[in-house]
């Protein structure tokens, strides 16, 4: 029986076709999965050349006025073979700064907040509670999750450049009125409004990552970029410890200084991506604006290769010329394939969500309250542990792209959640001390900054380029939701206390989640490495 439409449509030159002609089979998304001709029988080798007869060549069609193809639904392009082909160059490290810069920016921010936690509860600062720090790290999430949908949903519709320059607009404005707060609702509006922009930045940037970078090093430079937020975590870690000395400023002026760098490094993040990150030639096709999607893919080319030496590129893809929404994200839900997907973005983001959430913003508190550490010395202890996350994304990264996701991301969530129970135990029966405390968080913290960098790589590989950012906004929002908010909450609670069992037993739960994740991806998991894209969307599972 034969398995093609007479309907389907193929992009197949007569003179080429076996052995290389494909057939592209219709899928979930309006994907197209390839078939070799040469494994085709009889009848279905036939209808591939009476459709190629009938079918109107690519190369004849012409644009409109806006650069637009309005004659066919789908278009076969070899854009997404020529990025993954490009060679890495300066142009691919401009790239990834400018990107990268908005970790470093979240990492500042959410640094500062927790470093100078310990200060807010000063009366001559903003005399706020143990519980009010955390429902303040709580709200910056809420404001996240609110955030990354809707620019999520904008960044799919409008494109991943405009939204570059918007969100950190948003950040821009909030974390400079935070410096002149005077209570705690001033304090939590300033915190709402930075995780809107901050949130923005999830789903824009990730989905551009994944659509600029090669595929051979894709895994390595997304977790890289991510784990740049721990250079921001150092910049704070050091800017705190002279800042919030009392020997240097009034403790009710240093507090405050901090907001202003995070305002200049806002200025930079739109300043370098103005002029040199380019439009998504991924995103451009799907919405149909080819002619632009040409120019920009040979820009980059004259970039990379100023002498036009790159290596040939054979074939093409199909690219559906179409939009998703939040909708179609829900829907996915429901589809086999993309179901098993959902459940191990899920997992991954829920887990690390709690697991980082719940003992990051609640760090400062930890040392001050059962270490008695001078709140003004808690950048000091902060550098190691932001160092190991940051070199733990560096070293590990690589092996996402050589030993395998699936492997990888199992060993990183499972060794988390080990060495988080163990510490625990140490912790409870007080046998630490500030320092082995933080040598021990530095230390989990190499395994679980690329384990959670890892979450936001998976969700932004296996679902489709048109619902990719709403795909990664609604699993970010999903899962900080579930595990984000509750975490600094819940350990303010547990801090509060007083009682080292309690804060114990909010680590087993979050290694707990860690373990449970690691098991689900690595049984539904999908192995993307050295994949395009379209070849991961392509997979049945």
């Avoid at 936690?117 to 009010?132: H, I, K, W, Y």
């Avoid at 809707?150 to 404005?173: E, H, N, S, W």
């Avoid at 003992?359 to 008695?372: Q, V």
């Avoid at 929002?477 to 069992?501: E, N």
Wanted: aromatic share 12%; proline share 4%; glycine share 10%.
């Amino acid at each position: 029986m034969s398995i093609i439409s007479e309907s389907a449509e193929l992009d197949i030159q007569p003179d080429t076709l076996p052995p290389i002609a494909e057939h592209l089979e219709l899928t979930t998304f309006g994907r197209l999965t390839p078939i070799n001709f040469a494994e085709l029988d009889e009848e279905d080798q036939e209808i591939v050349r009476s459709n190629e007869k009938q079918k109107p060549r690519q190369q004849e069609q012409e644009y409109d006025k806006k650069g637009l193809l309005t004659d066919s639904y789908y278009v076969a392009t070899n854009i997404p073979l020529r990025m993954d082909r490009l060679p890495w160059r300066r142009w691919h490290w401009i790239v990834v700064s400018a990107l990268g810069i908005s970790w470093i920016l979240d990492g500042f921010e959410v640094t500062i907040v927790g470093v100078i936690g310990a200060v807010l509860l000063d009366p001559r600062t903003l005399n706020l509670t143990s519980s009010q720090v955390g429902l303040a790290g709580t709200i910056y999430i809420l404001g996240c999750i609110i955030g990354s949908l809707i620019f999520g949903f904008l960044a799919d519709k409008y494109g991943r450049q405009k939204l570059f320059i918007a969100t950190p607009c948003v950040y821009l404005i909030a974390t400079l009125l935070t410096g002149f707060c005077f209570d705690f609702a001033s304090f939590g509006i300033c915190q709402f409004v930075k995780g809107l922009g901050i949130g923005g930045e999830y789903s824009a940037m990730n989905s551009a990552i994944n659509e600029l970078i090669p595929a051979r090093v894709r895994g390595w430079v997304d977790l890289v970029v991510n784990g740049s937020y721990w250079i921001g975590a150092v910049l704070a870690s050091c800017v705190s410890i002279i800042l919030l000395d009392p020997r240097y400023l009034p403790v009710n002026i240093g507090w405050r200084l901090p907001f202003a760098i995070g305002g200049v490094l806002g200025i930079f993040i739109i300043v370098a991506r103005v002029l040199f990150i380019p439009e998504s030639p991924r995103w451009l096709l799907v919405h149909d604006r080819i002619k632009e999607a040409e120019e920009i893919i040979a820009d980059i080319e004259r970039k990379v290769a100023p002498n036009g030496d790159l290596p040939a590129v054979h074939g093409t893809v199909m690219v559906p010329k179409s939009s998703g929404t939040i909708l179609d994200v829900i829907r996915s839900m429901a589809n086999r394939k993309y179901a098993r997907r959902s459940i191990v973005g899920l997992s991954l983001m829920i887990s690390q969500a709690f697991f980082y959430n719940a003992i990051f913003f609640s760090y400062a508190l930890i040392l001050t309250e059962f270490y008695h550490v001078e709140a003004e010395n808690i950048g000091l202890y902060l550098i190691p542990f932001a160092l190991g996350n940051f070199f733990g994304c560096l070293i590990i990264g690589r092996f996402f792209d050589t030993i395998g996701r699936k492997k990888m991301t199992f060993f990183t969530y499972t060794g988390s959640g080990i060495l988080l129970i163990i510490t625990g135990i140490l912790f409870v029966l007080d046998l630490l001390n500030a320092l082995t405390q933080t040598v021990c968080w530095s230390v989990i913290f190499f395994f679980a900054s690329a384990a959670a960098s890892s979450a936001y790589l998976t969700i932004s590989e296996v679902f489709p380029v048109e619902i990719r950012a709403m795909a990664i906004s609604v699993f970010y929002s999903l899962g900080t939701g579930i595990g984000g908010l509750i975490g600094p909450v819940l350990f303010g609670m547990l801090i509060d206390s007083q009682k080292r069992i309690n804060l114990v037993g909010g680590y087993i739960i979050g290694a707990g989640l860690m373990m449970i994740a690691a098991v689900v991806a690595l049984i539904w998991g999908v192995d993307a490495e050295g994949k395009s894209l379209e070849e991961i969307d392509a997979a049945e599972h």
